[in-house]
C-alpha cells in the first residue's frame, strides 16, 4: 500500500452485511448527493420516479396505443436520384 493512503477513520467491513444480502451500493455524483438530505430521502425519491414511470407505461397501454411514429417512406439518397436520371 501506498504511504499517501490513510485509513484513519475507516471502518471495516462497513457495508459487508448489505454486500451480502444483494444490496447495491450506489455513488452519486456531489451535486446530486447534494440535492438529498440522507439514504431514505434518495431512496423515496427513486421510488417516486419508478412509479410514475409506471403509471405513464400503464396509461399508454390502457389508451390503446403506443407513440405514433409517422410511417413515412425514406427518400432515395442523392446517388440513387443520379442514377435514374442518367439511365
Known amino acids: 500500500m501506498l504511504p ?3 485509513f484513519t477513520g475507516a471502518v471495516r467491513g462497513k457495508y459487508y452485511e448489505r454486500y451480502r444480502q444483494g444490496t447495491n451500493v450506489v455513488l452519486l455524483d456531489p451535486d446530486v448527493a447534494a440535492a438529498f438530505r440522507d439514504s ?3 431512496n423515496d425519491a427513486l421510488r417516486l420516479l419508478v412509479s410514475l414511470a409506471e403509471a405513464k407505461v400503464a396509461r399508454r397501454r ?3 396505443h403506443e407513440e405514433q411514429r409517422p410511417n413515412k417512406a425514406l427518400q432515395p439518397t442523392a446517388q440513387k436520384r443520379r ?3 442518367n439511365a
Do not use: K
Open 4 to 6: 499517501e493512503y490513510d
Open 40 to 42: 431514505a430521502a434518495v
Open 62 to 64: 390502457t389508451e390503446g
Open 83 to 85: 442514377g435514374r436520371l
